[in-house]
T-cell receptor, first 113, second 108 residues
Framework: DGGITQSPKYLFRKEGQNVTLSCEQN?????MYWYRQDPGQGLRLIYY???????QKGDIAEGYSVSREKKESFPLTVTSAQKNPTAFYLC????????????FGEGSWLTVV | RKEVEQDPGPFNVPEGATVAFNCTYS??????FFWYRQDCRKEPKLLMS???SGNEDGRFTAQLNRASQYISLLIRDSKLSDSATYLC?????????FGAGTILRVKS
C-alpha cells in the first residue's frame, strides 16, 4: 500500500533527552513536511523539504532538526533545546510544495515525563 | 490579521441539517485552497480542493470568493459521521497554512 509511515506512534521522553521521529513515504513525492499540533490548536509548520538534501525552516523550527538524505525519508529530531515538546507530530508529503494538497501520516504522540 | 482564520465553533446541528463554515485568508496572491477533515486524535485528511468556479462532491460544496478573500464549505443533509473538525487550508508560496479548525457536532 502507498502511504506515509510514522514511528513510533507513542513516545515518552525524559527532559534533556533528544528523540528522533521517523517518517517514510513510498508515494514518490518530492516534498515532505513536519507539523506540530497542540491540543485544541491548529497545525504549525516546523520544517519542510522540497527536494533531497535540501530543507527550510518553518514557523517554529527552534529546538528541532531534520535531514533529507533520501527522497523517501524525512526524520525529525526533537532536541533538548525545545522547551515544550509535548505535542502531536505530523509528517506529510506532496508531489510539490505550495499548490498541491498534502497527505499525512498517522502522527506521533510525544510526551515529556 | 491572521493568515487563515476560522470560527472555532462548535457548531451543534441535528441530523439532516445544512451547515456552512467560512474561512478568511490574508494573502490576495494565494492560488490554492483546500478543506481537510480531522477526527479526534487522528491525522487530517483531505476533504476537497476548492476551485475558483466552486465545486461539489456529494453533500459537500466548496466555494471561493477572491474579492472578499474567503472560502466556504457547505454540508447538506448532515450525518452523525460528519462530526469532526474541519480545517481550512490556504497556499502561501511554498507552504500550506492551516486554520485552527471549526468543530462540527451532529446530533441525533
Amino acid at each position: 500500500d502507498g502511504g506515509i509511515t510514522q514511528s513510533p506512534k507513542y513516545l515518552f521522553r525524559k527532559e534533556g533527552q533528544n528523540v528522533t521521529l521517523s517518517c517514510e513515504q513510498n508515494l514518490n513525492h518530492d516534498a515532505m513536511y513536519w507539523y506540530r499540533q497542540d491540543p485544541g490548536q491548529g497545525l504549525r509548520l516546523i520544517y519542510y523539504s522540497q527536494i533531497v538534501n535540501d530543507f527550510q525552516k518553518g514557523d517554529i523550527a527552534e529546538g528541532y532538526s531534520v535531514s533529507r538524505e533520501k527522497k523517501e525519508s524525512f526524520p525529525l529530531t526533537v532536541t533538548s533545546a525545545q522547551k515544550n515538546p509535548t505535542a502531536f507530530y505530523l509528517c506529510a508529503s506532496s508531489p510539490r510544495t505550495g499548490e498541491s494538497p498534502i497527505y499525512f501520516g498517522e502522527g506521533s504522540w510525544l510526551t515529556v515525563v | 490579521r491572521k493568515e487563515v482564520e476560522q470560527d472555532p465553533g462548535p457548531f451543534n446541528v441535528p441530523e439532516g441539517a445544512t451547515v456552512a463554515f467560512n474561512c478568511t485568508y490574508s494573502n490576495s496572491a494565494s492560488q490554492s485552497f483546500f478543506w481537510y477533515r480531522q477526527d479526534c486524535r487522528k491525522e487530517p485528511k483531505l476533504l476537497m480542493s476548492v476551485y475558483s468556479s466552486g465545486n461539489e462532491d456529494g453533500r459537500f460544496t466548496a466555494q471561493l470568493n477572491r474579492a472578499s478573500q474567503y472560502i466556504s464549505l457547505l454540508i447538506r443533509d448532515s450525518k452523525l459521521s460528519d462530526s469532526a473538525t474541519y480545517l481550512c487550508v490556504v497556499e502561501y508560496g511554498n507552504k500550506l497554512v492551516f486554520g485552527a479548525g471549526t468543530i462540527l457536532r451532529v446530533k441525533s
